[in-house]
């Protein structure tokens, strides 16, 4: 019997070292992942791992989860072009567990093929930057649900977008894209919003919309008063009379 309580209490105390390991390691991976964060911004404010309620309200911040940096915000902040960023930094491709990556309104001019090496990333949000094309390796993020290029100089587009099939949004209105995969946009059997509003491919149909309307209108305008001059001269001819009063 005492045999068996001392291979129970070895086994709780091995159970428990190995509990405080498992805490240091994960603890430690976190601290190597926000050191990454910290780099990039330029100094330790503390917002790393913080889970602060107000995260959403917060322009460059990161969040974590288990243990690992899975959201990360470094959007540019509006009249301090100076702390713009030029491009995605390479340090944030190391972060294995990143679920969503928000760098909108900043100077991005390229997407480096090293975005493949974020394979849980879910979310990405690079609207309004400089973007004016996408890497091949951009279509192999497989868990990709949101993408909102919306307000960038992208060209085209692959079909090859037809590989996100986890998609769900996608926004890549006020581009200059001249080549549409449609096919491949309607076999995303679970996208539920796609933005192309104010893209060029939607002004070729919106601008000659709104001149066949305005012609109308004016010609509409044209034809009441050429009507209205014909009225009155039918007036004046059977009504001579008054005109001589």
């Known amino acids: 019997m005492k045999l068996f309580l001392f291979i129970i209490m070895l086994f709780s105390i091995f159970n428990f070292i190995l509990a405080q ?6 603890t430690n991976v976190a601290e190597e992942e926000c050191q990454i964060f910290y780099s990039i911004i330029g100094e330790n404010d503390g917002s790393c791992c913080s889970e602060k ?15 690992h940096v899975t959201i990360v915000k470094l959007k540019g902040i509006v009249l301090r072009n100076d702390i713009d960023l030029e491009e995605i930094p390479k340090n944030l ?18 997407i480096s ?21 996408l890497p091949d390796e951009l279509y192999t993020l497989k868990k ?30 006020k581009n200059k894209i001249s080549n549409f995969p449609e ?17 060029r491919i939607f002004n070729l149909i919106y601008f000659p ?24 001269k039918g007036r004046k001819t059977t009504n001579p009379k008054s005109e001589q009063r």
Do not use: H, W
């Open 93 to 110: 491709f190391k972060l294995k567990n990143l679920k969503e990556l928000n760098m909108e309104f900043n100077k991005i001019s390229s």
């Open 183 to 199: 096919a491949e946009i309607k076999n995303l059997k679970k996208l539920k919003s796609f933005e192309t509003k104010e893209d």
């Open 144 to 173: 990709l649900r949101v993408l909102n290029l919306y307000r960038n100089q992208i060209k085209t587009l692959s079909p090859a977008i037809g590989q996100l099939t986890e998609l769900e949004e996608l926004s890549i209105g």
């Open 209 to 232: 919309l709104v001149f066949l309307i305005g012609f109308g209108i004016v010609l509409g305008l044209t034809i009441r008063e050429k009507n209205k001059k014909e009225d009155y």
């Open 53 to 67: 309620k107000n995260i959403e309200a917060n322009e460059r911040s990161a969040f974590c989860e288990n243990g």
């Open 113 to 133: 093929p090293l975005i493949q090496e974020l394979t849980e990333l879910e979310i990405l949000n690079l609207r309004n930057n400089y973007i004016k094309e």
């Open 21 to 26: 390991i498992n805490t240091t390691n994960t």
